[in-house]
C-alpha cells in the first residue's frame, strides 16, 4: 500500500493501537519537527512560536488559548498551489475559520468550502470572491441555496434529489445558472474512525454510485437548463495517509464520467475528490507530504481517465486539516496535580472538552509538552484532564510530563489548528478561549475571548 507521507518518528505506525500507556519519550523537552508548527523552538527553556514566548502570550491574552503559527499555515497554503499548480485547491472553512483566516485563504489564492450560511457569511464578511467559495453540505436550507445562488457562488456540490430540485426552481427564479457537482458516494472504506469515514454506502453524505443513485442525479440535473452540470465530486473521509482509497474513488468515478459520456453525450470537465489528507499528532504517525500527494493524485486520476477514454479533467482538492491543523497549538495553565496511587497522575487544565472535543468525541491523540520552562525530571505517566463534569473530560489519555510539573505550569498541546476551536461549546458555560495570530515576534488576536457578557447574551 502506498502512502502519502514519512514516519515522522520513530514507532511503527502499525504498533499504535496496542500500546498504553506509551513509552516514555526519551526527551520530554523535545518538539518533534513533524508535530509542531514550523516556527515553533525552545528558547531558554520556553517554548516559542512565531518568534513569541508562550508564556508573554498567556500573561498577555490568558489561557486557555489557541495560537496560530500565521506562517505555517501560509506555507501549507503555499506548498498546495504550487503542488496544484494546474488544479483547484479550496479550503475546507470547516476545519477552522474566522474572518482573518478566510483572508489569509484569499490572499494565498486559494478556493474556500463551506457547509452552512454562517461559514458563508464568514467569507462574504472579509470580500472572499464569491466565485472561489464551494457550498457543500448533505441538508442545505432553501434560505442557504438562494443565498449562495444570488451571490454567485462558484460551485454548489448537490446531495440530495430533493436538493437538485430546490436548485433548478432557484436559478429560475432569479435568472442565474450555477455550476452544480453531484455528491458522489464510491463505497470506499476509508480506514479512519467511523465518525469521520464518509463514502462507505451506509451514511449520511452523497448519492450512492452502486445503487444508481449518483446516475440519477446526473439524469436530474442534466434535465434542468438553469443549471451548469461540471463535474462529480467525492470526499471519502478524515485522517487518510494512504492513497488506495483515493485510487478506488478516483477510478469509481472515471467509470461515472464515461458512462455519463456515453448516456448523454457530455463529457464533465472537473473531478473533485475533496480532502481528508492525514496529519501526524503524535511520534510515529505519518507527516503529509503535500508534494506526494499531489503527485499520486494527479498520476491517479489521469491513469483512471485515459484507461476510461476520457480526457483530463481539472482536478480540486479540498485539504482542511492538513492546512491548519499543524499551525494551532493550545496553551492550558496547570491547575491541579493529583496523584492516584499505583496509576497515575491527573493534570487538571483551565479548558478541556470545550475547546477541544477531539479526544472525548473519537479518541484523538495528542502531542503535548510542559511549555513554560524546561525540566530534567522524571517522565511521569500522566492524564492530561479539562475542569468540565465528565470524566470522558480528557485533552491526552495516556501522556508523560515531567515530575516536578507544578501549579502554574504552562502546557502546550500540538496539533490543535483542526477542529478544536470550530467544534468548541461553552460546556459547563466556560467562554470559548481567544484565538491568537503569530508571526515575526507580533501576536494579534484574531478571535476575541468569550467573555460572562457573550454567555448570558440572548437569554431572558
Ligand atoms: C471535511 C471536508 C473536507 C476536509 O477534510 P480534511 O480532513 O479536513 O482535509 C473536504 N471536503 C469535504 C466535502 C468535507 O466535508
Known amino acids: 500500500m502506498s502512502r502519502f507521507a514519512h514516519p515522522a518518528g520513530d514507532r511503527h505506525a502499525e504498533q499504535l493501537p496496542d500500546e498504553r500507556p506509551p513509552h516514555a519519550p526519551a526527551d520530554l523537552n523535545a518538539l518533534t519537527p513533524a508535530l509542531w508548527p514550523r516556527t515553533s523552538e525552545r528558547i531558554d527553556g520556553a517554548i516559542t512560536i512565531g518568534g513569541v514566548d508562550v508564556r508573554d502570550l498567556v500573561a498577555e491574552y490568558g489561557s486557555p488559548l489557541l495560537v496560530m503559527d500565521e506562517e505555517d499555515f501560509r506555507s501549507r497554503c503555499r506548498d498546495y498551489r504550487a503542488s496544484f499548480h494546474d488544479g483547484d485547491v479550496h479550503y475546507a472553512g470547516k476545519a477552522f ?3 482573518e483566516v478566510a483572508r489569509w485563504i484569499m490572499q494565498e489564492g486559494l478556493g474556500l468550502d463551506v457547509c452552512s450560511a454562517g461559514e458563508l457569511a464568514v467569507a462574504l464578511s472579509v470580500g472572499f470572491p464569491p466565485e472561489r467559495i464551494t457550498l457543500h453540505g448533505n441538508n442545505k436550507s432553501v434560505a442557504e441555496l438562494e443565498r449562495a445562488v444570488v451571490t454567485g457562488v462558484g460551485h454548489i456540490v448537490a446531495d440530495s434529489f430533493e436538493e437538485i430540485a430546490r436548485l433548478g426552481y432557484l436559478a429560475d427564479k432569479h435568472g442565474v445558472r450555477p455550476k452544480v457537482m453531484i455528491r458522489v458516494t464510491v463505497g ?36 434542468l437548463p438553469s443549471l451548469e452540470l461540471v463535474g462529480l465530486h467525492s470526499h471519502i473521509g478524515s485522517q487518510i495517509s494512504e492513497t488506495a482509497g483515493f485510487e478506488v474513488a478516483a477510478r469509481r468515478l472515471a467509470g461515472l464520467l464515461a458512462q455519463i459520456k456515453q448516456e448523454h453525450g457530455v463529457v464533465l470537465p472537473e473531478l473533485d475528490l475533496g480532502g481528508g489528507y492525514g496529519i501526524p499528532y503524535v511520534d510515529g504517525d505519518d507527516a503529509p507530504d503535500i508534494k506526494l500527494i499531489a503527485e499520486s493524485l494527479r498520476e491517479i486520476v489521469a491513469h483512471v481517465c485515459a484507461s476510461a477514454g476520457l480526457p483530463l479533467p481539472r482536478l480540486t482538492v479540498e485539504p482542511g486539516r492538513s492546512i491548519t491543523g499543524l499551525a494551532g497549538i493550545t496553551l492550558y495553565e496547570v491547575g491541579t496535580v493529583k496523584d492516584v496511587e499505583g496509576l497515575r497522575t491527573y493534570v487538571s487544565v483551565d479548558g478541556g472538552m470545550s475547546d477541544n472535543i477531539r479526544t472525548a468525541l473519537y479518541g484523538a491523540e495528542y502531542t503535548a509538552r510542559l511549555a513554560s520552562r524546561s525540566s530534567e525530571a522524571a517522565p511521569m505517566l500522566s492524564r492530561l484532564v479539562g475542569k468540565h ?21 504552562l502546557i502546550a498541546v500540538a496539533g490543535t489548528g483542526a477542529y478544536c476551536r470550530s467544534l468548541a461549546n461553552n460546556y459547563n458555560y466556560l467562554p470559548k478561549p481567544a484565538v491568537v495570530a503569530v508571526s515575526g515576534g507580533q501576536a494579534r488576536v484574531i478571535v476575541q475571548r468569550e467573555t460572562e457578557e457573550d454567555l448570558l447574551r440572548g437569554q431572558l
Request: glycine fraction near 6%; hydrophobic fraction near 40%; aromatic fraction near 4%.
Open 188 to 223: 470506499v472504506e476509508a480506514h479512519t474512525h467511523e465518525f469521520i469515514a464518509t463514502s462507505h454506502d451506509d451514511q449520511k453524505f452523497g448519492l450512492s454510485l452502486s445503487s444508481g443513485a449518483a446516475a440519477e442525479a446526473v439524469r436530474r440535473v442534466l434535465a
Open 97 to 99: 475559520l474566522c474572518r
Open 389 to 409: 463534569c465528565e470524566s470522558g473530560d480528557m485533552v491526552i489519555r495516556d501522556l508523560y510530563l515531567p515530575a516536578d510539573l507544578a501549579p502554574g505550569d
